[in-house]
């Protein structure tokens, strides 16, 4: 008997998929691969909520600089309290944008899916619990306004950015930064899930005339009945 296969189809029988953690079969491992690859010795870890990406990023072996951005009060306590038990971890408790403005932001019950614009329907449908509940003050700056001092020492910056449909407002406010980037890693959506969101189609042409390319896809979000994906995870790094 194939042990190996027998163990495969044991899980799957349970409902489980393990998958080997390979360059292959693994996104964390490709993210890790790619950031040694690159030399990336900064992270801008932009709509960091209380985190997960940054402490992800430990986890799988980054050791780098991380710099996080988050605009919710709650989510920033937390992300204050968990940058505290990490090395080369700086966080900011402001959004980020194309224009500095005071604004609000929309609070959504699982805090996740929080955002500055409004939702649509779809993706309420998918996710409920994603529903808004309450309204907060916020500040916005831009990456351009960001303090060189901040920057000036790190030569490969990759810019992440998980801001819930508002992803093109803080590339558009990082004009100035773009030309020390060298990684992107973006949410994007196949469907519109907030109004006036741009959609995968032309963000992706806009990336790739910003002289980046597409290196890798994860999928993060789709309709929990018909399997429909609605938004992914996209990893760019410059062309030169």
Same mark, same amino acid.
């Given at each position: 008997?194939?042990?190996?296969?027998?163990?495969?189809?044991?899980?799957?029988?349970?409902?489980?998929?393990?998958?080997?953690?390979?360059?292959?079969?693994?996104?964390?491992?490709?993210?890790?691969?790619?950031?040694?690859?690159?030399?990336?010795?900064?992270?801008?870890?932009?709509?960091?909520?209380?985190?997960?990406?940054?402490?992800?990023?430990?986890?799988?072996?980054?050791?780098?600089?991380?710099?996080?951005?988050?605009?919710?009060?709650?989510?920033?306590?937390?992300?204050?309290?968990?940058?505290?038990?990490?090395?080369?971890?700086?966080?900011?408790?402001?959004?980020?944008?194309?224009?500095?403005?005071?604004?609000?932001?929309?609070?959504?019950?699982?805090?996740?899916?929080?955002?500055?614009?409004?939702?649509?329907?779809?993706?309420?449908?998918?996710?409920?619990?994603?529903?808004?509940?309450?309204?907060?003050?916020?500040?916005?700056?831009?990456?351009?306004?960001?303090?060189?001092?901040?920057?000036? *020492?790190?030569?490969?910056?990759?810019? *992440?950015?998980?801001?819930?449909?508002?992803?093109?407002?803080?590339?558009?406010?990082?004009?100035?930064?773009?030309?020390?980037?060298?990684?992107?890693?973006?949410?994007?959506?196949i469907y519109p899930m907030y109004e006036g969101q741009l959609l995968f189609s032309k963000f992706y042409e806009n990336i790739e005339n910003l002289d980046f390319e597409l290196w890798d896809i994860k999928r993060t979000f789709s309709n929990?009945?018909?399997?429909?994906?609605?938004?992914?995870?996209?990893?760019?790094?410059?062309?030169?």
């Open positions: 008997m194939d042990f190996k296969l027998f163990t495969q189809n044991f899980l799957t029988y349970l409902g489980l998929d393990v998958k080997s953690y390979n360059l292959k079969n693994s996104f964390n491992f490709r993210l890790k691969h790619f950031l040694d690859l690159k030399q990336i010795d900064c992270v801008l870890d932009v709509g960091a909520n209380s985190g997960q990406f940054a402490l992800n990023l430990r986890r799988i072996g980054y050791k780098g600089q991380i710099i996080s951005f988050e605009p919710i009060t709650s989510a920033y306590n937390e992300l204050k309290k968990n940058s505290k038990k990490v090395k080369n971890w700086e966080v900011f408790n402001f959004a980020l944008g194309d224009i500095e403005e005071e604004t609000e932001i929309n609070i959504s019950q699982n805090s996740l899916s929080s955002s500055i614009m409004n939702m649509e329907k779809e993706h309420l449908i998918s996710e409920p619990k994603s529903k808004y509940i309450r309204r907060e003050k916020i500040s916005i700056k831009t990456l351009n306004n960001l303090d060189n001092e901040i920057l000036k *020492k790190f030569k490969n910056i990759y810019l *992440k950015i998980d801001t819930q449909g508002y992803e093109e407002k803080v590339l558009n406010g990082a004009t100035n930064l773009i030309r020390l980037i060298k990684g992107l890693q973006l949410e994007m959506s929990p009945e018909t399997g429909k994906i609605l938004q992914i995870d996209a990893i760019f790094f410059k062309k030169s």
